[in-house]
């Protein structure tokens, strides 16, 4: 596709429920990122991939959180026995390779979290 | 930590005004990029500067780059009430590829 495709767009969860985000980036994008951003400013980087191989992760909770991008596959963003503290938008950002378009990471629109 | 650090935090201006935006980062960058994000919704791209280049533009943007002073400027022209949104500013370094936001500005175009 020809953008970020991020579901779902609401999501309310329990604590201590699990809560999914998935991401489909742009076809032909071999780089994948997760964001959290909180109150509406701060943007936190959780992990990227390229392709399905784990690229940096040095942003993501070690505990609870997880992700995967498997081939054929929407990548996914697994939180565990949430916590309010993880209630926040999670966007989902993808770009091509580095060399080809310098980097340019085009976002999709988000995931809200609520956890109550 | 946060590598971009914009100011003005908040900005009202008139329509038809000028709107300029700053942002600040603490190490060597690759590539700096600025990025609006309306009330509620995803972020959008707006403009990729490399850290070779001093000065770009694109439509109404204007976004300068002073790796010196690693500080970096967009200019928005002639602004229109569509305008009103938080811009953020995001560098990337290394070879990790991510990038690191700054806080934001929130700019006010009051029709």
């Known amino acids: 596709g020809e953008e970020v495709a991020q579901t779902p767009k609401h999501l309310v969860r329990g604590e201590g429920q699990k809560a999914k985000l998935y991401c489909a980036p742009i076809?032909?994008?071999?780089?994948v990122f997760w964001y959290q951003q909180v109150l509406k400013n701060e943007f936190k980087f959780l992990i990227s991939?390229?392709?399905?191989?784990?690229?940096?992760e040095t942003g993501m909770p070690k505990e609870r959180f997880s992700a995967k991008c498997l081939p054929n596959s929407p990548c996914s963003l697994e939180i565990q026995a949430t916590k309010l503290e993880d209630s926040a938008v999670y966007f989902c950002?993808?770009?091509?390779?580095?060399?080809?378009?310098?980097?340019?990471?085009?976002f999709g629109e988000g995931s809200w979290l609520t956890v109550v | 930590s946060q590598q971009g650090e914009e100011d003005p935090q908040a900005l009202s201006i008139q329509e038809g005004e000028n709107a300029t935006m700053n942002c600040s980062y603490k190490?060597?960058?690759?590539?700096l990029q600025w990025y609006r994000q309306n009330s509620g919704r995803g972020l959008v791209h707006l403009i990729l500067?490399?850290?070779?280049?001093r000065e770009k533009h694109s439509g109404r943007l204007r976004v300068t780059l002073d790796t010196s002073k690693k500080s970096s400027s967009l200019l928005i022209t002639a602004s229109r009430a569509a305008d009103t949104a938080s811009y953020f500013c995001?560098?990337?370094?290394?070879?990790?590829?991510?990038?690191?936001f700054g806080k934001g500005t929130k700019l006010t175009v009051n029709p």
């Open positions: 190490t060597s960058i690759n590539n």
């Open positions: 991939f390229q392709n399905e191989n784990v690229f940096d």
């Open positions: 076809k032909g994008h071999s780089y």
């Open positions: 500067i490399r850290s070779n280049e």
């Open positions: 995001a560098t990337d370094s290394g070879g990790s590829e991510k990038l690191v």
């Open positions: 950002a993808s770009s091509r390779d580095r060399e080809y378009s310098g980097n340019t990471i085009y």
